[in-house]
């Protein structure tokens, strides 16, 4: 009985550098501290992630300037609790050749050329969303007079929490340092907008062992609004017939930025010389996209292979060839000179008689 009241310490690791340490606890007292304990991790989990849906995620509009307009926007809570937060709005640019959006929440520090959030009017800036239900706002957006043609792009975006966030610069969206959802709104401002895409990259290796053919393109857009390339590419063989072909897939590339493709076409057993054509259109007058280039594919180690085996095979059947007709020369050398031995005997008996 007395061991069973000896004082023991133990330390559980908890989430986030927690450490609960546990003194002098009957083992049932102990296994409700762990419960507890539990709980409380897959809370954290648990809210790790907001249960939210935007409706419409990406909104499209036309403009001219000095036109007022607005967006409708609905935040749906799929969860079994209210979440509550804000509404904010910010405008975002893309870095990267993969399309991600940042936010960036101050103004100041957005591009003038392709900022718009201090367009954007919320008709409140905190609510709270009932559980299986939705919020819909309706976003006001009133275009400068002098507004320059071309593509703005900004962001509505519910954040959870109890306290209005401060602008925090540039953030990558999804980044998890907040918990948010956002819906992007593209503005249109009509009038002269340049449209200028170009194929800043097309590698293509000039040899391939074997297919398929690795391609690596490159479309960068120097216009002023956000493009959708449509790009086929195609593989021909030395004979002008098609072997393959693929569609990128259809992406905005915004911009002053620039989208990567990679793409396989043909299949593992291929020889001989490929051609590689890029042809593709973009923007509203349907401007060319073309690229070119050309790669062998010769699987060497195979063919060295079947190479030597022939060569093997051959000397082979040289050798037996070589053996089977030495022996029929020399049985047929050897039946000769019997031959002669026979008539000569036949002589020899008829000079006798």
């Given at each position: 009985?007395?061991?069973?009241?000896?004082?023991?310490?133990?330390?559980?690791?908890?989430?986030?550098?927690?450490?609960?340490?546990?003194?002098?606890?009957?083992?049932?007292?102990?296994?409700?501290?762990?419960?507890?304990?539990?709980?409380?991790?897959?809370?954290?989990?648990?809210?790790?992630?907001?249960?939210?849906?935007?409706?419409?995620?990406?909104?499209?509009?036309?403009?001219?300037?000095?036109?007022?307009?607005?967006?409708?926007?609905?935040?749906?809570?799929?969860?079994?609790?209210?979440?509550?937060?804000?509404?904010?709005?910010?405008?975002?640019?893309?870095?990267?050749?993969?399309?991600?959006?940042?936010?960036?929440?101050?103004?100041?520090?957005?591009?003038?050329?392709?900022?718009?959030?201090?367009?954007?009017t919320l008709p409140y800036d905190r609510a709270t969303l009932p559980a299986h239900d939705k919020v819909t706002i309706q976003t006001?957006?009133?275009v400068p007079n002098d507004a320059r043609a071309g593509g703005r792009y900004t962001a509505v975006f519910f954040q959870q929490g109890?306290?209005?966030?401060?602008?925090?610069?540039?953030?990558?969206?999804?980044?998890?340092?907040?918990?948010?959802?956002?819906?992007?709104?593209?503005?249109?401002?009509?009038?002269?907008?340049?449209?200028?895409?170009?194929?800043?990259?097309?590698?293509?290796?000039?040899?391939?062992?074997?297919?398929?053919?690795?391609?690596?393109?490159?479309?960068?857009?120097?216009?002023?609004?956000?493009?959708?390339?449509?790009?086929?590419?195609?593989?021909?063989?030395?004979?002008?017939?098609?072997?393959?072909?693929?569609?990128?897939?259809?992406?905005?590339?915004?911009?002053?930025?620039?989208?990567?493709?990679?793409?396989?076409?043909?299949?593992?057993?291929?020889?001989?010389?490929?051609?590689?054509?890029?042809?593709?259109?973009?923007?509203?007058?349907?401007?060319?996209?073309?690229?070119?280039?050309?790669?062998?594919?010769?699987?060497?180690?195979?063919?060295?292979?079947?190479?030597?085996?022939?060569?093997?095979?051959?000397?082979?059947?040289?050798?037996?060839?070589?053996?089977?007709?030495?022996?029929?020369?020399?049985?047929?050398?050897?039946?000769?000179?019997?031959?002669?031995?026979?008539?000569?005997?036949?002589?020899?008996?008829?000079?006798?008689?």
């Open positions: 009985m007395k061991n069973s009241k000896v004082k023991s310490k133990t330390v559980i690791p908890a989430e986030a550098g927690i450490q609960i340490k546990i003194s002098w606890i009957p083992f049932f007292k102990g296994m409700t501290i762990v419960v507890i304990f539990l709980t409380f991790v897959i809370t954290v989990s648990a809210q790790a992630s907001l249960p939210l849906v935007v409706m419409p995620a990406r909104n499209e509009i036309e403009v001219a300037p000095g036109e007022k307009t607005a967006v409708t926007i609905s935040f749906y809570n799929q969860s079994d609790d209210p979440v509550s937060g804000f509404f904010k709005t910010a405008d975002f640019i893309v870095e990267d050749s993969k399309g991600t959006p940042k936010f960036i929440e101050n103004a100041e520090d957005a591009p003038a050329k392709y900022s718009a959030s201090r367009w954007l006001e957006i009133l109890n306290t209005l966030p401060k602008p925090s610069g540039t953030e990558e969206v999804g980044s998890g340092t907040n918990l948010r959802i956002a819906s992007l709104i593209y503005i249109k401002v009509k009038g002269p907008i340049t449209e200028k895409a170009l194929i800043s990259g097309f590698f293509v290796p000039s040899f391939f062992e074997y297919g398929p053919i690795k391609v690596e393109t490159d479309i960068l857009n120097r216009g002023d609004y956000h493009v959708t390339p449509r790009v086929s590419l195609t593989l021909a063989n030395t004979f002008g017939g098609l072997v393959d072909q693929k569609l990128f897939k259809t992406q905005n590339i915004f911009p002053d930025t620039s989208r990567s493709y990679e793409t396989e076409l043909g299949t593992k057993w291929m020889a001989g010389r490929y051609k590689v054509n890029l042809t593709g259109s973009y923007g509203e007058s349907g401007q060319a996209l073309t690229a070119v280039s050309y790669v062998w594919v010769f699987p060497w180690r195979v063919a060295l292979a079947v190479i030597l085996t022939i060569i093997i095979m051959i000397f082979i059947a040289n050798k037996l060839y070589k053996n089977i007709v030495v022996k029929e020369t020399t049985l047929e050398e050897e039946l000769e000179k019997e031959k002669d031995e026979i008539e000569k005997l036949k002589q020899m008996l008829r000079k006798k008689e």
